[in-house]
């Protein structure tokens, strides 16, 4: 579904991804670990357009989106979930979720109702501006955004950045049940734990580079790995 080749992205000067090369298979949640600022995120932005390469390629479905502008990146059927939520904080949830919706030829696609059944808690507040929402909340609702654009992929940066174990859980849980429903995923996250609870395959970043890729039960089972480029088990 996604395969990116080699991909050389900058921020003026600053040399950031130096050769990234992944894949995400249809109906796969794959993990991209690594430790703050070694180019996940930029990886993230590469995709949507948002930083651009100037070297390599990103083919999604058969389409390159190397030099493709966002709007046609996200029409094509990519849907972000951001770090930092960034949702419209004086629009209600029902807005916030209405203004994202597009048609899709699923035979389930997102909808209102359906997107309300996963997160019951937004369908309590649908009528509350963004604004009022709890972090927890405001992430939900960022996810729920993004699987009202009835995207093919999912983009998840950082979902369990700033919030309570009890949230991270949830957020979890709603990661597991879009697998389970068949969704395709890529997903940067710092919780190896959780990561490596729903991934079908995981790749670590470190200074802009791809340094490894396996097999969750492989990468656990790997302390030098994870010890040298995740910080875990130190």
Not at 114 to 124: I, M, N, Q, S, T
């Amino acid at each position: 579904m996604l395969q990116i080749s080699d991909i050389h992205t900058w921020y003026g000067d600053s040399y950031v991804l130096q050769g990234v090369s992944l894949e995400v298979k249809d109906g796969t949640c794959v993990a991209l670990l690594g430790r703050n600022g070694m180019g996940k995120t930029t990886t993230i932005r590469s995709i949507m357009g948002l930083a651009v390469p100037r070297q390599g390629s990103i083919i999604f479905n058969g389409n390159e989106l190397v030099g493709m502008p966002t709007h046609k990146i996200a029409r094509l059927g990519i849907g972000l979930i951001p770090q930092g939520r960034l949702i419209f904080q004086s629009l209600s949830v029902v807005e916030n979720l209405k203004m994202a919706a597009r048609p899709a030829g699923k035979n389930d696609p997102w909808t209102l109702d359906r997107v309300f059944a996963v997160f019951p808690k937004l369908a309590e507040r649908r009528k509350n501006k963004g604004n009022l929402l709890s972090g927890g909340e405001q992430q939900m609702l960022t996810i729920a955004r993004a699987l009202m654009t009835n995207p093919d992929l999912l983009l998840f940066d950082e979902p369990s950045e700033g919030l309570a174990p009890v949230v991270v859980d949830e957020v979890f849980r709603v990661i597991s049940e879009l697998k389970a429903a068949g969704e395709s995923i890529l997903l940067v996250e710092q919780d190896f734990g959780m990561a490596m609870g729903v991934a079908d395959y995981a790749y670590i970043m470190s200074k802009g580079t791809v340094v490894y890729d396996s097999t969750p039960d492989k990468l656990i089972a790997d302390e030098h790995v994870k010890a040298t480029y995740l910080g875990v088990g130190e």
